[in-house]
């Protein structure tokens, strides 16, 4: 078990980047102390901690800190290789194919899925729905070949992949809620839609996840923002 005082993490709860930061730590078991970020004022310690990006998450290990959440993940698999489940595969091609499909969803499913994030209008979210189908359609197959018929992208436990698509789930929950789509449907995407539910079910992932009626209000606000005139101010 790593110390509080030893293990920072900056985050924002609503961010989720930093959930998967936390769901990497709660899978290892180890306990640490959270710092909430407020992205409009940003603290001197993210700052210095994260001066390329100064974004969440941040791990500060020992003092030193570990920026990007898909390196904090496997930062956190590493460091504590022999605590808790591996997040990551013993066979090297298996690891590669883990980052690979992490890399997909970061670069190609949230890039498409962001457009209907942002949307405000009907005509917007239809055409950004039509273009993040095909994301998903991917990660469906690949979901199917990763698994080879398993619980997750991982195999037995959750690993890399999971983590990466899964910190969206609840986001993905309330950007449907407000756009009137279904983005993991279980008639079009078996796998995925039995996958979401089993990965919000394990105890590690429901610690991290913001409360929904919570975010959906922090997500009203913010399409009410993007719509005025003057906007959000950019979104972190």
Known sequence: MAAGGELQLLGSWYSPYAIRAKVALGLKG???????????????????????HKKVPVL??????????????????????GTGPPLLPADARDRATARFWAAFIDDKFFKAWRELFRSTTDGQRAEAFGNVVPQVETLEQAFMECS?????????????????LGSFLVWIQVVDEVSGTKLLDGARFPGLAAWAERFLSVDAVKDAMPEFERLLEH??????KLASPAGPGGYS
């Not at 306990?31 to 994260?50: C, H």
């Not at 030193?64 to 460091?79: F, G, I, M, N, T």
């Open 30 to 52: 180890l306990s640490y102390q959270y710092l909430e970020e407020d992205l409009s004022s940003k603290s001197d310690l993210l700052l210095k901690s994260n001066p390329v």
């Open 60 to 81: 500060v290990h020992g003092g030193r800190p570990v920026c990007e959440s898909l390196v904090v993940v496997q930062y956190v698999d590493e460091a504590w290789a």
């Open 148 to 164: 080879k018929g398993k619980a997750f992208f991982g195999g037995d436990a959750i690993g890399l992949a999971d983590i990466a």
């Open 219 to 224: 997500y009203k606000g913010f399409l009410a």
